[in-house]
């Protein structure tokens, strides 16, 4: 059994906030999967056996019964999905899980937490078993989505982060802190802190992270690779500074990536998750 998914954009306002809304059902290609970061935060009803998350500051497997919430991290994780899965889920642009928590995201930054300790037992409970009910994907969609209309609130400051973090996206990473400090108005230290607040890390990590997915994003792992080149259009110093941030971010050199790329492609090929996650065994 392979794994379904589906998806699409919420109405406004939560597309400002939100890239996607999924389902997710079926049986996983690996018992574990590492995720290098993203600039995304993540939100999983798990409606299956427990997940299981293993990365950030955790050294040890945890599971995860009624899902989890992870704002961006800045380290890979392993991610266990059970035998059978069966998870609905939210992928978050990196501001957009601020306005659904009741702490600051930089408490959550690298410790994922369960959505019970978020949002509280009851209310988790409660949706699950609504979802449960649901007969459909795209009913279990709008389900999830008028929910987090309701949990919608407002976020003071939100809107200068925003604006800010668009531009480095635009710019993938290569915008100089400096610079949106100066078009912000704001000091380099009200800048970071609103950041942290709203995403958990500073501007710079940001931009750092953006730089790292465009430049895995330009690989073809079926097409031999120009490191060199590579490193040079992602806007890094060198093929050195290059191979330094990608076993920051993954823990492999390049080589090895592509090697486990590879792999993933050949003993999986067209697999719904295929493109980010890296199998971790």
Known sequence: MGMEYVSRVPRPPLDGLI???YFLHGSPPYPMLTLPPAPSALLIINLGPPLRIRGGLDVETTEYADGCVVTMPTHAWDFGYPLRSRSIG??????????????????????????????????????????????????????????????????????????????????????????????????STHLALRFKEFIGVTPKRLARTHRFVASMLAIDPADPIDWGGLATSAGYFDQSHFSHELRAFTGLTPSRYLEVRRRFLREHPGHVLDGWPLPAD
């Open 90 to 187: 939210v992928h978050f642009k990196p501001w957009g899980l601020a306005p659904f928590l009741p702490m600051s995201a930089a408490e959550l930054c690298d410790r994922p937490m369960s959505v019970e300790q978020v949002w509280g037992r009851p209310a988790v409970a409660e949706l699950q078993d609504r979802l449960v009910m649901a007969e459909h994907p795209p009913e279990m969609l709008t389900l999830l989505e008028e929910e987090l209309i309701r949990r919608l609130h407002e976020a003071p400051g939100l809107e200068l982060v925003r604006q800010a973090s668009k531009v480095i996206a635009v710019t993938r990473g290569s915008v100089p802190v400096g610079d949106l400090r100066e078009a912000a108005g704001v000091s």
């Open 19 to 21: 890239d996607d809304l």
